[in-house]
């Protein structure tokens, strides 16, 4: 069974960058699925950060992100990453990775003001 493992979260200051890996074991990643990534703050609902198509070559972003996250995967290594850039204190949530049905355990963003 695939099982998703998220890491690289942590506490950054306002206008700082992360990186989030989201790696997949259990069986090989499957090249022919969508991935995407999902976050959600205390108290709110889980929404929607990005998406990414099976070859990279097609991606998708929530408003709020635009211009400031990117998604992007390696499908040798499993991987699928969000760099994340100027990042602001409503950037602050546990952030998940997801395929289908399956989510990862989630790991914390912090940004301080």
């Known amino acids: 069974q695939v099982q998703l493992v998220e890491s690289g979260g942590g506490l950054v200051q306002a206008g700082g960058s992360l990186r989030l890996s989201c790696a997949a074991s259990?069986?090989?990643?499957?090249?022919?699925?969508?991935v995407g990534w999902f976050r959600q703050a205390p108290g709110k609902e889980r929404e929607f950060v990005a998406s990414?198509?099976?070859?990279?070559?097609?991606?998708n972003y929530a408003d709020s992100v635009k211009g400031r996250f990117t998604i992007s995967r390696d499908n040798a290594k499993n991987t699928v990453y969000l760099q994340m850039t100027s990042l602001k204190p409503e950037d602050t949530a546990v952030y998940y990775c997801?395929?289908?049905?399956?989510w990862g355990q989630g790991t914390q963003v912090t940004v301080s003001s």
């Open positions: 990414i198509s099976w070859n990279g070559g097609r991606t």
């Open positions: 997801n395929i289908g049905l399956l």
């Open positions: 259990g069986r090989t990643f499957s090249a022919y699925s969508w």
